[in-house]
């Protein structure tokens, strides 16, 4: 009777077990109620890129524009992107609002495809940035090796000349002799000032008096020409982008060109059976930067003044602006490059020399300019 008391105990706790093992895997979604039933498929979710802030049409999307948002992936439709590496870089072609789902009909690549009142360069500037034009040479340019796109450093050369704070005439000042020819009504002196000797005026520049060794004796010294002027030149402004090299096309133009076949300088291209006709270069005579208004402000100046203007290409994965130039002055010369200042000899070559002319080659091209 004791022995039978045990096993229906035995019994009752594995049918427990057994059952509350059932409902613990039937919660978790192990077991079906319906034993026919198909196992609910997993849903994946995925990515997609959204516009993190408002941008403006035509406005070129860099990586801090954008965000994400995670949708499940029935959801997705082929049009969205999944990477934001897809879409830096494109332009909008509408304007985005924030948290918008972005499209691939929604931007484009190329900034003409952006229905833009106005031109079509204008977009490619970046927010905060303005354009600016200056007149380029071939030395000024690189050897015309700038494109659009590129980056560049500027130098800029001046002449420094002292100048009379007041009259802000070039020194030295001229002096004048004053005379008296008389009494005005008895009472004043009438005084005259004049300059006795003619352009250029050496005579009269005024000079500085110096104590002769010799002599023993003060002499005045006047200058024997005018004041040379002091040239410096330095790098202004660095990684600045070209937006184009020459002249920008006007609406119609290259389209013109290409229908009329004529070149920039006007010429019909009229080719005869069999003979083909050279394309025309038209050497750049300026190009436009992408500058800080401060930046162009200062260009402007520049260009006023005359200064020298020099563009020098840079790599364009080369990001160091970090780097700090002297500015070359005479001295910088001298000292930085160990050269010395030739001391006075009691000798000298013959014939003098007084300037110096690069030597004449047999190719080079010698222009005659008629009388």
Same mark, same amino acid.
């Given at each position: 009777m004791r022995r039978g008391r045990i096993f229906i105990y035995l019994a009752l706790i594995l049918i427990i077990g057994v059952a509350a093992a059932f409902f613990y895997l039937r919660s978790k979604g192990v077991l079906s109620t319906n034993p026919f039933a198909s196992p609910t &498929?997993?849903? #994946? $979710? *995925?990515?997609v890129v959204t516009a993190d802030q408002n941008i403006l049409q035509g406005t070129q999307i860099t990586e801090e524009m954008l965000g994400?948002? =995670?949708?499940?992936? !029935?959801?997705? *439709?082929? +049009?969205?992107f999944t990477s934001k590496a897809d879409v830096v870089g494109q332009y909008a072609k509408y304007p985005l609002a924030q948290g918008i789902l972005i499209t691939s009909a929604m931007v484009t690549p190329a900034v003409e495809n952006v229905n833009l009142a106005g031109s079509i360069w204008a977009p490619q500037i970046p927010q905060g940035m303005t354009a600016i034009a200056i007149p380029i040479t071939r030395l000024s340019s690189a050897a015309y090796g700038i494109r659009d796109g590129d980056f560049v450093d500027i130098l800029v050369s001046l002449l420094l000349v002292d100048v009379d704070s007041s009259y802000q005439s070039i020194l030295p000042n001229y002096t004048a002799i004053v005379t008296g020819s008389g009494y005005l009504l008895e009472q004043l002196p009438a005084l005259t000032a004049a300059i006795r000797s003619t352009e250029p005026r050496i005579e009269t520049a005024q000079g500085r008096t110096e104590l002769d060794a010799t002599l023993n004796e003060p002499l005045y010294i006047?200058?024997?020409?005018?004041? #040379?002027? #002091?040239?410096?030149?330095?790098?202004?402004?660095? $990684?600045?982008?070209?937006?184009? *090299?020459? !002249?920008? &096309?006007? &609406?119609?133009?290259?389209? !013109?060109?290409?229908?009329?076949g004529q070149s920039e300088t006007g010429a019909t291209a009229t080719p005869q059976p069999?003979?083909? *006709? /050279?394309?025309?270069?038209? #050497? &750049? +005579?300026?190009? =436009?930067?992408?500058?800080?208004?401060?930046?162009?402000?200062?260009?402007?100046?520049?260009? +006023?003044? $005359? /200064?020298?203007?020099?563009l020098t290409l840079r790599n364009p994965n080369d990001q160091e602006t970090n780097a700090e130039t002297e500015a070359a002055t005479l001295q910088y010369l001298l000292s930085q490059y160990n050269i010395p200042v030739p001391a006075k000899l009691p000798y000298a070559v013959e014939p003098r020399t007084d300037t110096i002319t690069p030597p004449e080659l047999p190719n080079d091209i010698i222009v005659v300019i008629p009388k």
């Amino acid at each position: 009777m004791r022995r039978g008391r045990i096993f229906i105990y035995l019994a009752l706790i594995l049918i427990i077990g057994v059952a509350a093992a059932f409902f613990y895997l039937r919660s978790k979604g192990v077991l079906s109620t319906n034993p026919f039933a198909s196992p609910t &498929p997993e849903v #994946r $979710n *995925v990515e997609v890129v959204t516009a993190d802030q408002n941008i403006l049409q035509g406005t070129q999307i860099t990586e801090e524009m954008l965000g994400s948002i =995670t949708l499940p992936e !029935t959801q997705v *439709v082929v +049009d969205l992107f999944t990477s934001k590496a897809d879409v830096v870089g494109q332009y909008a072609k509408y304007p985005l609002a924030q948290g918008i789902l972005i499209t691939s009909a929604m931007v484009t690549p190329a900034v003409e495809n952006v229905n833009l009142a106005g031109s079509i360069w204008a977009p490619q500037i970046p927010q905060g940035m303005t354009a600016i034009a200056i007149p380029i040479t071939r030395l000024s340019s690189a050897a015309y090796g700038i494109r659009d796109g590129d980056f560049v450093d500027i130098l800029v050369s001046l002449l420094l000349v002292d100048v009379d704070s007041s009259y802000q005439s070039i020194l030295p000042n001229y002096t004048a002799i004053v005379t008296g020819s008389g009494y005005l009504l008895e009472q004043l002196p009438a005084l005259t000032a004049a300059i006795r000797s003619t352009e250029p005026r050496i005579e009269t520049a005024q000079g500085r008096t110096e104590l002769d060794a010799t002599l023993n004796e003060p002499l005045y010294i006047v200058p024997s020409e005018s004041q #040379r002027p #002091r040239m410096v030149t330095q790098m202004i402004v660095k $990684n600045v982008q070209i937006l184009h *090299v020459g !002249t920008f &096309p006007l &609406p119609g133009e290259a389209m !013109t060109q290409m229908a009329t076949g004529q070149s920039e300088t006007g010429a019909t291209a009229t080719p005869q059976p069999g003979q083909q *006709v /050279a394309a025309t270069v038209v #050497r &750049p +005579d300026m190009v =436009t930067l992408m500058v800080t208004p401060q930046d162009a402000v200062m260009l402007k100046y520049l260009l +006023d003044i $005359n /200064a020298s203007i020099t563009l020098t290409l840079r790599n364009p994965n080369d990001q160091e602006t970090n780097a700090e130039t002297e500015a070359a002055t005479l001295q910088y010369l001298l000292s930085q490059y160990n050269i010395p200042v030739p001391a006075k000899l009691p000798y000298a070559v013959e014939p003098r020399t007084d300037t110096i002319t690069p030597p004449e080659l047999p190719n080079d091209i010698i222009v005659v300019i008629p009388k």
